[in-house]
């Protein structure tokens, strides 16, 4: 594809002496408003180097460049110079290019194969799958697919929190008071009753927490027993944890959490040790970090066993050394900051060069309108509910508009899962936001069904026009009936994809894709609208189902990127 910004460079040197090409490219702009021009050059700047009054200088350049076959027109409007292309070669140049990528269009190899990790989702076993964890989910997701888009070397870490002092605690009141079947049949509310269970007891009998502890221990030092328990409670959890993830669409490389590092722990307490940052605090051990206006970091408590940070100390490490990662990328909830700000300076305290590499991706809360979630209080509202209400709301949602398709569970699903993942993926993803039904299924508003409808509504006119005038345009098409102002504004945007995905995946931050798909599919609709498609005149035709086309895989490839299906039929 043409670099329309490298190639207007170019024009523009030769008016610009002095200045460097670095800055040019710098200085160009895209207005916001069309009318000012594909592209815009503000001369203020220029003023100095050039010494005469911007207005003056954005003449001389304007002249220097209106002959140019590039550009259709060039005005001087006060201190700007507005460079408008050819729609004609514009068109000819993005479609024909599309078109010839087809399903792959803004696929790049800018990572050149590097390892990236993203860390996501990571839930904790034997906790509920809450609509708060939604966000790591679908956020890391999308990052992992970005990234692989750009052309990285993705793995997929479920960093699941699996250890901890809960499970010598949940092994004691399994002993007591439960049983198999129960655990079976629904495991991650059943080991939660066990876990409250054991609380309410333990303040009767605080024996109890002694007992828990020493199971703990007997856990930690891999005693068959307990381990088999554990393992069967995280195997159950995983169960169901699945069960979402098979929902969205979502996978993993690696399950490997924090219980995967227990034994790896003792090298780094030592190289702590030996690098002597580690201090010893009332028989814990502790790395100061006031120098760096951090809190205390706890590395291992007073009876030996190790902490959260001291995990992902270790897993950091193990990560570099295992898949020499060029970027371990942790997408977790901006409630953890501190705990990242305070790891990753410690690691860079040890030494490692590489910590910068490491990228803490966070974002902010999600809450529900009928009020805030509360474990303690038994507000929990399932993900996995979430989604299946999703579902059935769809299919009622088909059902009433007659929608035109073959398998109305298939289109429910992809519609309703895809919902709720565009929902999530619509917003700076730092910002709290608050889940609403009737915003997440609205099918005209900036919404995932309303981009999917679009492309359906794309796939459906290519069936109308039949595989003939299909497979015409993609052979060749004539681009002078692809320059009315809906087709430039649509093909503007198609253009800009790349770039959009690139910036994505710089940023950490998927909702730039959302948003360029959304007013891409608002683009194709006006065009839609303001043109007829399937026309008598066959090159016209042809030309504009070239444009159909190229939308729609453009919007098919967005909607991946985000983790979504875009269905044929709706
Ligand atoms: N399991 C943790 C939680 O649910 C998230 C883990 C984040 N990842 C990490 N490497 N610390 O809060």
């Given at each position: 594809?043409?670099?329309?910004?490298?190639?207007?460079?170019?024009?523009?040197?030769?008016?610009?002496?002095?200045?460097?090409?670095?800055?040019?490219?710098?200085?160009?702009?895209?207005?916001?408003?069309?009318?000012?021009?594909?592209?815009?050059?503000?001369?203020?700047?220029?003023?100095?180097?050039?010494?005469?009054?911007?207005?003056?200088?954005?003449?001389?350049?304007?002249?220097?460049?209106?002959?140019?076959?590039?550009?259709?027109?060039?005005?001087?409007?006060?201190?700007?110079?507005?460079?408008?292309?050819?729609?004609?070669?514009?068109?000819?140049?993005?479609?024909?290019?599309?078109?010839?990528?087809?399903?792959?269009?803004?696929?790049?190899?800018?990572?050149?194969?590097?390892?990236?990790?993203?860390?996501?989702?990571?839930?904790n076993i034997a906790?509920?799958?809450?609509?708060?964890?939604?966000?790591?989910?679908?956020?890391?997701?999308?990052?992992?697919?970005?990234?692989?888009?750009?052309?990285?070397?993705?793995?997929?870490?479920?960093?699941?929190g699996d250890y901890g002092t809960q499970f010598g605690k949940m092994i004691v009141a399994y002993r007591r008071?439960g049983?198999?079947?129960?655990?079976?049949?629904?495991?991650?509310?059943?080991l939660?009753?066990y876990y409250?269970r054991f609380h309410?007891e333990a303040?009767?009998?605080p024996s109890l927490e002694d007992e828990a502890r020493a199971t703990f221990t007997r856990l930690e030092h891999g005693e068959?027993e307990e381990v088999e328990l554990w393992q069967w409670f995280r195997?159950?959890?995983?169960?169901?944890?699945?069960?979402?993830?098979?929902?969205?669409?979502?996978?993993?490389?690696?399950?490997?959490?924090e219980s995967?590092?227990s034994?790896?722990?003792?090298?780094?307490?030592?190289?702590?040790?030996?690098?002597?940052?580690?201090?010893?605090?009332?028989?814990?051990?502790?790395?100061?970090?006031?120098?760096?206006?951090?809190?205390?970091?706890?590395?291992?408590k007073?009876d030996g066993s190790t902490?959260?940070?001291?995990?992902?100390?270790?897993?950091?490490?193990?990560?570099?050394?295992?898949?020499?990662?060029?970027?371990?990328?942790?997408?977790?909830?901006?409630?953890?900051?501190?705990?990242?700000?305070?790891?990753?300076?410690?690691?860079?305290?040890?030494?490692?060069?590489?910590?910068?590499?490491?990228?803490?991706?966070?974002?902010?809360?999600?809450?529900?309108?009928?009020?805030?979630?509360?474990?303690?209080?038994?507000?929990?509202?399932?993900?996995?509910?979430?989604?299946?209400?999703?579902?059935?709301?769809?299919?009622?949602?088909?059902?009433?508009?007659?929608?035109?398709?073959?398998?109305?569970?298939?289109?429910?699903?992809?519609?309703?899962?895809?919902?709720?993942?565009?929902?999530?993926?619509?917003?700076?993803?730092?910002?709290?936001?608050?889940?609403?039904?009737?915003?997440?299924?609205?099918?005209?508003?900036?919404?995932?069904?309303?981009?999917?409808?679009?492309?359906?509504?794309?796939?459906?006119?290519?069936?109308?026009?039949?595989?003939?005038?299909?497979?015409?345009?993609?052979?060749?098409?004539?681009?002078?009936?692809?320059?009315?102002?809906?087709?430039?504004?649509?093909?503007?945007?198609?253009?800009?994809?790349?770039?959009?995905?690139?910036?994505?995946?710089?940023?950490?931050?998927?909702?730039?894709?959302?948003?360029?798909?959304?007013?891409?599919?608002?683009?194709?609709?006006?065009?839609?609208?303001?043109?007829?498609?399937?026309?008598?005149?066959?090159?016209?035709?042809?030309?504009?189902?070239?444009?159909?086309?190229?939308?729609?895989?453009?919007?098919?490839?967005?909607?991946?990127?985000?983790?979504?299906?875009?269905?044929?039929?709706?």
């Amino acid at each position: 594809m043409i670099d329309y910004r490298e190639k207007i460079a170019d024009a523009l040197q030769p008016a610009m002496e002095g200045i460097s090409r670095e800055e040019i490219l710098e200085m160009i702009e895209t207005p916001a408003d069309s009318k000012m021009g594909d592209y815009a050059l503000p001369c203020f700047k220029l003023a100095k180097v050039l010494r005469k009054a911007p207005p003056m200088i954005a003449k001389g350049i304007a002249e220097s460049i209106a002959d140019d076959p590039m550009f259709a027109k060039v005005e001087q409007v006060n201190a700007y110079v507005n460079m408008f292309l050819d729609r004609k070669d514009l068109a000819g140049e993005v479609v024909g290019e599309v078109l010839a990528q087809g399903g792959d269009y803004g696929r790049s190899d800018l990572g050149g194969g590097r390892k990236v990790i993203v860390e996501y989702s990571s839930p904790n076993i034997a906790k509920p799958f809450h609509i708060g964890h939604i966000r790591s989910t679908v956020i890391g997701s999308s990052i992992a697919n970005i990234y692989d888009y750009l052309g990285y070397d993705v793995f997929r870490i479920n960093h699941l929190g699996d250890y901890g002092t809960q499970f010598g605690k949940m092994i004691v009141a399994y002993r007591r008071w439960g049983n198999r079947e129960d655990v079976e049949r629904e495991p991650i509310s059943t080991l939660l009753d066990y876990y409250k269970r054991f609380h309410e007891e333990a303040e009767k009998d605080p024996s109890l927490e002694d007992e828990a502890r020493a199971t703990f221990t007997r856990l930690e030092h891999g005693e068959p027993e307990e381990v088999e328990l554990w393992q069967w409670f995280r195997d159950e959890s995983l169960k169901e944890f699945n069960r979402v993830y098979d929902m969205l669409g979502i996978r993993f490389d690696s399950y490997n959490g924090e219980s995967f590092y227990s034994d790896k722990m003792p090298r780094f307490v030592k190289e702590l040790e030996d690098k002597g940052l580690l201090e010893e605090d009332d028989g814990a051990q502790i790395v100061r970090l006031d120098d760096y206006d951090l809190p205390v970091a706890l590395i291992t408590k007073s009876d030996g066993s190790t902490l959260y940070i001291t995990r992902d100390i270790a897993a950091a490490v193990y990560r570099k050394e295992t898949y020499d990662f060029y970027k371990n990328i942790y997408v977790v909830a901006s409630q953890q900051n501190l705990h990242f700000q305070q790891w990753i300076q410690i690691l860079e305290m040890m030494g490692y060069e590489w910590a910068r590499d490491c990228v803490h991706v966070p974002f902010g809360l999600v809450s529900m309108e009928e009020g805030t979630m509360s474990t303690r209080e038994g507000r929990v509202i399932f993900l996995e509910d979430v989604l299946n209400r999703a579902v059935d709301q769809t299919r009622e949602i088909i059902k009433e508009k007659n929608v035109n398709t073959e398998n109305i569970e298939e289109t429910a699903a992809a519609v309703g899962i895809g919902a709720v993942i565009f929902n999530e993926l619509s917003n700076y993803r730092i910002k709290d936001y608050v889940f609403s039904w009737e915003h997440v299924l609205n099918f005209e508003g900036e919404t995932g069904p309303y981009v999917q409808y679009t492309h359906a509504r794309a796939c459906s006119i290519l069936r109308n026009a039949g595989e003939d005038i299909v497979a015409k345009a993609k052979a060749g098409f004539d681009p002078n009936f692809l320059t009315g102002d809906s087709a430039n504004e649509l093909i503007k945007l198609l253009y800009a994809f790349p770039q959009v995905v690139a910036e994505a995946g710089e940023k950490y931050e998927p909702s730039i894709v959302t948003r360029h798909i959304v007013d891409i599919a608002q683009a194709y609709n006006r065009f839609y609208h303001d043109e007829h498609i399937l026309v008598e005149d066959e090159a016209e035709k042809t030309a504009k189902v070239a444009l159909v086309m190229a939308a729609k895989y453009t919007l098919a490839a967005g909607l991946a990127l985000l983790g979504m299906k875009a269905p044929e039929r709706m």
